[in-house]
């Protein structure tokens, strides 16, 4: 079973920051484009940001652009969710997600592998 291990999660005030963290098993990060989705109280799991394995580009929901910033550290082979000026409606559990490289197509869909989610709680 593959295991996409998140943490960064947490309790931070409206204009606040965080930032998420995934550390997926080798073979993913190497070969497979990830992701990050979240999923607000009440609502559906939504895209918010994903990365491409190769040649690194980056798309992001409208709400995500601008405060957002996805990332891939290819030394540590971990991705990263740069979250700046939170905000109430960016509460939700946020789960890190890979979808194979070679799949092409809608970088929103497709996914194979996810983690179990982390909570952000953005207080105002």
């Known amino acids: 079973q593959v295991h996409l291990a998140e943490s960064g999660g947490g309790l931070v005030q409206t204009g606040g920051s965080l930032r998420l963290s995934c550390v997926p098993p080798d073979f993913v990060f190497t070969l497979y484009d990830m992701g990050w989705f979240r999923q607000p109280p009440g609502k559906e799991r939504e895209f918010v940001a994903s990365?491409?394995?190769?040649?690194?580009?980056?798309y992001y929901a409208d709400s995500a652009k601008g405060r957002f910033t996805i990332s891939r550290d290819n030394a540590k082979k971990t991705l990263s969710l740069q979250m700046n000026s939170l905000k109430p409606e960016d509460t939700a559990v946020y789960y890190c997600?890979?979808?194979?490289?070679?799949?092409?197509?809608?970088?929103?869909?497709?996914?194979?592998?996810w983690g179990q989610g982390t909570q952000v709680t953005v207080s105002s």
């Open positions: 990365i491409r394995y190769r040649g690194g580009g980056t």
């Open positions: 997600a890979a979808r194979w490289g070679e799949l092409g197509g809608s970088p929103f869909t497709g996914y194979s592998y």
